[in-house]
């Protein structure tokens, strides 16, 4: 008998090619398919909640795959894990509903943006922040970031996507933006009911230039109404990101 199991996972997105299966490179839902091939001896589909780019991270990435197997879902972790790369672990996993899917029944997802605004970042840390010491007001970021929060278009922040077509809309609603600085760290988190290719590094990049007094009030407005073929700004790196949490309605 089939089941539905929901898996919640974490992952350092440094040494892989982002979420998405790649011929010939390593990504997340590669790793988990080749590992459920072992497991029930064909070929299964592993839903992610989004499509998480090359170099970014996961503190709660939802995944959810259909199983004939009937190895209880405790001892299904451990076995995952025993079998996954380092980088890479399921922290939880359950049954849930048939029908469950981890991208179209989302609500809403949150992502966290970090920046080291000191001087010397430690080597520690390096792969999980983006390095930005130069000089820039950390009150115009922050004062910059709540403009983001509504509906609208966010043509001018979205990278060229595959999946797009024609007239696919790009407008999404904002339900959280904000901003704050904690000793060195510079924390941008956003949570919305979807985001494009490149959203968030996008918006931070444009957060960045109003930092730097490049982008005032009135021109953030007029980018989230921009005409087509408008590009906000230069993309922030992937390494600062993380998909912190993916809610649900069960």
């Keep these: 008998m089939s089941r539905r199991i929901r898996l919640i996972l974490s992952y350092d997105g440094t040494e892989f090619s982002g979420w998405q299966v790649q011929p010939g490179l390593p990504t997340i839902q590669s790793h988990l398919e080749e590992i459920f091939l072992a497991i029930e001896r064909k070929r299964v589909h592993v839903a992610g909640s989004g499509r998480t780019d090359a170099g970014v991270h996961a503190l709660a990435q939802v995944a959810a795959v259909t199983l004939d197997n009937p190895i209880p879902v405790r001892n299904l972790k451990k076995a995952v894990n025993r079998l996954l790369p380092a980088g890479i672990r399921v922290m939880r996993a359950e049954e849930v509903p048939a029908e469950f899917h981890p991208r179209f029944d989302a609500l809403e997802k949150t992502y966290e943006y970090r920046i080291w605004r000191g001087e010397t970042v430690s080597p520690f840390d390096a792969r999980y922040l983006h390095h930005h010491p130069f000089p820039m007001s950390d009150e115009k970021f922050i004062a910059a970031a709540p403009l983001l929060v509504g509906e609208h278009d966010f043509a001018a922040f979205a990278a060229a996507d595959d999946a797009d077509y024609p007239g696919r809309?790009?407008?999404r609603k904002i339900?959280?933006?904000?901003?704050?600085?904690?000793?060195?760290?510079?924390i941008y988190r956003v949570t919305g009911g979807g985001f494009l290719k490149h959203m968030v590094r996008?918006?931070?990049g444009t957060l960045l230039e109003a930092g730097k007094g490049n982008v005032d009030a009135e021109r953030m407005r007029w980018?989230?109404?921009?005409?087509?073929?408008?590009r906000a700004t230069p993309t922030a790196p992937a390494k600062g990101l993380f998909l912190v949490e993916v809610k649900y309605q069960y």
């Design 169 to 171: 809309s790009k407008v």
């Design 175 to 186: 339900f959280a933006s904000e901003a704050r600085r904690d000793g060195d760290l510079l």
């Design 223 to 230: 980018l989230l109404s921009a005409p087509p073929g408008v």
């Design 202 to 204: 996008n918006i931070v």
